[in-house]
């Protein structure tokens, strides 16, 4: 069973400085990736997938990711954080060795952003 | 992407009495499903509901407790029964479109306190 891991579940990073969150997985094939975010009150919103073919992935508001096979991990990063970034971002995975379509999500992190 | 819409945004509820939550998707979908993201949480699965079959559900999660109704392809109801305390939580309804991209989309999610 595909499994994910957020270390961290509280980022504070100070606005325009560099935002990284971290996420590792557990399959024993390469899965599809996702990050989602979610805004207070609101529903989670797709940044970003890795399914196959280029390993750096960019999404929504200059977020982008890298699938790294070797470390199992699919790390996300902004270059400069904005205060609207603070939300809280979970990790997903869809593992394909199975018939299972739904994802199965990290516990999340918060990022905060300090002016 | 997907237009997804939730009723009730949110409801308190008394301990002991049902509520039941509608999902309405902007167009045809095969399979939806049903979220649970327990206060500060991530998201649990709760069960994939395919129209014109028995819903499937994960681990933990009965149909006598969680029963799901899926008439048709564009809607699915959840019911969360006998409710209590440990129900309060945020409902969400996903489905996936457009191919095996995997993506899931979200539904703003409704909110349900149990007094």
């Known amino acids: 069973a595909q499994s994910v891991t957020q270390l961290g579940s509280h980022v504070s990073v100070s606005e325009g400085a560099l935002v990284l969150l971290r996420c590792n997985y557990s399959s024993s094939v390469p899965p599809y990736l996702f990050w989602y975010v979610q805004y207070p009150n609101q529903g989670l919103q797709l940044l970003l997938k890795y399914t196959t073919g280029a390993t750096l992935v960019k999404g929504i508001n200059g977020f982008e990711a890298e699938f790294k096979k070797s470390e199992t991990s699919f790390h996300l990063t902004k270059p400069s954080a904005h205060m609207s970034d603070a939300a809280e971002y979970f990790c997903?995975?869809?593992?394909?060795?199975?018939?299972?379509?739904?994802?199965?999500f990290g516990s999340g992190t918060r990022l905060q952003v300090q002016p | 992407s997907a237009v997804i819409s939730q009723k009730p945004s949110r409801d308190i509820c008394q301990r002991g009495t049902s509520l039941t939550i509608q999902c309405q998707v902007d167009s045809q979908v095969t399979m939806m499903f049903w979220y649970r993201q327990q206060p500060g949480q991530s998201l649990t699965l709760i069960a994939t509901?395919?129209?014109?079959?028995?819903?499937?559900?994960e681990s933990g999660f009965v149909i006598d407790k969680f029963p799901i109704s899926r008439p048709n392809l564009t809607f699915s109801t959840l019911t969360v029964s006998n409710m209590s305390p440990e129900d309060s939580s945020i409902y969400l309804c996903?489905?996936?479109?457009?191919?095996?991209?995997?993506?899931?989309?979200f539904g703003e999610g409704s909110r349900l306190t149990v007094l």
């Open positions: 996903s489905v996936r479109r457009g191919g095996d991209t995997g993506e899931l989309f």
């Open positions: 997903a995975v869809r593992s394909m060795d199975t018939g299972r379509r739904a994802l199965t």
């Open positions: 509901a395919n129209q014109g079959s028995e819903a499937t559900y």
